[in-house]
């Protein structure tokens, strides 16, 4: 992590903290072939992250979890392409979060970009990174689905 990448992670965290910390989140696991759609945020350790995020007041999670997909990849699928794998609490950074996990199978490559948010967003052959390069979401992520 270079020193801006600290500096401004450190800065934000206050507000990081309040406004994840015990909340409800998605994680979509995009598998095209062998590989999963994985990204890194601008601000962070640069670990390899699910695509998702926040789920709107009201919102139903399907809908969120296609949003930030969306959103953070450019990756449009539809909410019945979604298979729910169930949810886990993540503990990681001082914050506890619930993770509504979901999977989605492509049949064909799609191109993936960052955004406001995300530095990259790539299809990696998840045999191909160390667990040290992952969250705590990737690797329960994982857990969830037989490659």
């Not at 990448?5 to 696991?29: A, E, Q, Y």
């Not at 040290?132 to 979401?137: F, H």
């Amino acid at each position: 992590m270079n020193l801006f990448s600290k500096i401004t992670f450190w800065i934000t965290w206050p507000l990081i903290f309040l406004v994840v910390r015990n909340t409800d989140r998605t994680r979509v696991i995009v598998r095209y072939k062998n590989d999963i759609l994985l990204v890194q945020g601008w601000i962070g350790n640069k670990k390899w992250q699910l695509p998702g995020g926040g789920i709107k007041k009201g919102e139903p999670v399907k809908l969120a979890a296609v949003r930030e997909l969306k959103e953070e990849t450019g990756v449009i699928i539809k909410e019945s392409q979604l298979k729910d794998l169930g949810n886990i609490i993540i503990s990681e950074t001082g914050f506890n979060y619930m993770a509504h996990y979901f999977l989605v199978e492509l049949d064909n490559y799609r191109d993936t970009h960052g955004s406001h948010e995300i530095r990259v967003a790539e299809f990696i052959n998840i045999d191909s990174i160390g667990s040290d390069n992952l969250t705590k979401d990737v690797i329960a992520g994982i857990k969830l689905i037989k490659f």
